[in-house]
């Protein structure tokens, strides 16, 4: 198999179970919720996602600093090792405590994934193939996730909570082998030549401070999703943990469909209008999302939400890799997916208290109101020329 399909194999393979291992937990809250069996209120949702993305922030950001792309095989490998030991370990919580303890391990391996696997991507498949690479490896992360969705509600709930997380553990252990298996043979020189040179963060700030804004929104749609659209099906409507888990496995199934599709798009389309036709499709589906109360309704715009925002990740990412130099290029996308955890982590630990005080339903109408503003953002730094498509 040729070199670059090899590393574009390996990256997806680990893009694929990052995705999947980060819902795992977040997929059975809703269950542990009902039981009170370690989780007691929403807010311990919020606080426990706060503190793992919290640790996943200074984590990245070291590697950002020190990691070596050549050395990528490797660390992604190792991010495998450490999230299918942690998910094994998680089954043996006894308590809230011991549940954050033990998702640490989760967190911290997944923390590896964004700034290793995109710069690798990023250097690999260099200026305008780098589109349909990037929504390719983008593509497999949401197919992680799909099939987390699809089956975890269903397994949890005939099976035991613990089960999904034995599954999941195993894959990554099969992965971290299978990985570096697929990646043999691939050093690239000029990567060496890259890593002897020194990172500039002042540099790297200076390209990628105007997608800051995208980045948290990011962020914030991806840890409010994940974390409480399951409760918003299952407690909010009353459907069942399978249904829940089948609707949330559509919204990965379309958004899989949109990112595969992404390089073909970026090339008809000009990026730039794409992000905005998004932003509006976000905002207006989020808020029927969150005003909704007929089951059948809220399904097709789950749907519709995660076609138009998945496609939104390679969008940004390709924005920040066809304008970030060699040396800077783990920096920069250790300092976006910094930016995305902090919206992840702020706006889900957020979406806790507002979901206690004001309803489950909450979070979405958030979510619709921050696309909006983004939206307007967009549209200014287009105007203005700061953002060139």
Not at 14 to 19: G, K, R
Not at 98 to 112: H, P
Not at 272 to 296: P, Q
Not at 359 to 379: D, E, K, N, R
């Amino acid at each position: 198999m040729e070199i670059k399909k090899r590393i574009m194999a390996t990256v997806s393979l680990h893009h694929c179970c990052n995705d999947a291992s980060v819902i795992i937990l977040p997929s059975i809250f809703p269950i542990l919720f009902t039981q009170s069996n370690l989780i007691e209120k929403y807010s311990d949702i919020g606080t426990m996602t706060f503190i793992g993305l919290f640790v996943a922030v200074a984590l990245q950001h070291l590697i950002g600093h020190n990691a070596k792309t050549r050395h990528s095989r490797y660390y992604l490998a190792l991010d495998a090792l450490i999230v299918g030991i942690s998910l094994f370990f998680l089954t043996f919580a006894k308590n809230f405590t011991m549940l954050i303890i033990l998702f640490l391990g989760v967190r911290i391996g997944t923390s590896i994934y964004h700034p290793v696997g995109i710069s690798w991507i990023s250097h690999t498949f260099r200026g305008k193939p780098l589109d349909k690479a990037i929504g390719f490896q983008s593509a497999f992360g949401n197919v992680g996730a799909l099939l987390t969705f699809t089956t975890t509600g269903f397994i949890a709930q005939h099976f035991g909570w613990k089960v999904p997380l034995y599954i999941w553990a195993t894959i990554n252990l099969a992965a971290a082998a299978a990985g570096l298996v697929l990646s043999r043979n691939t050093t690239d020189h000029a990567l060496i030549e890259e890593s002897k040179k020194n990172v500039s963060w002042n540099e790297t700030l200076k390209y990628v401070y105007k997608f800051i804004p995208l980045m948290l929104l990011s962020g914030a749609c991806w840890g409010i999703s994940v974390n409480y659209g399951s409760s918003l099906l299952n407690h909010g409507l009353g459907i069942s943990m399978t249904r829940t888990g089948m609707i949330l496995g559509l919204m990965m199934g379309a958004g899989t469909i949109s990112t595969f599709f992404y390089g073909k798009m970026s090339e008809k389309f000009q990026r730039t209008k794409m992000l905005c036709f998004a932003y509006t499709v976000m905002s207006i589906s989020s808020l029927t999302i969150g005003l909704s109360r007929n089951a059948v309704f809220t399904t097709i715009m789950f749907a519709i939400y995660g076609g138009f925002l998945f496609i939104t990740y390679p969008m940004n990412l390709s924005f920040v890799g066809n304008s970030i130099s060699g040396r800077n290029r783990m920096a920069a996308f250790s300092l976006v997916s910094n930016i995305m955890i902090v919206g992840n982590c702020l706006f889900s630990f957020l979406a806790g208290f507002l979901s206690d005080s004001f309803g489950i339903h909450t979070p979405f109408l958030f979510l619709s109101v921050f696309s909006f503003v983004l939206l307007i953002y967009i549209i200014i730094m287009k105007t203005s020329g700061k953002i060139v498509s």
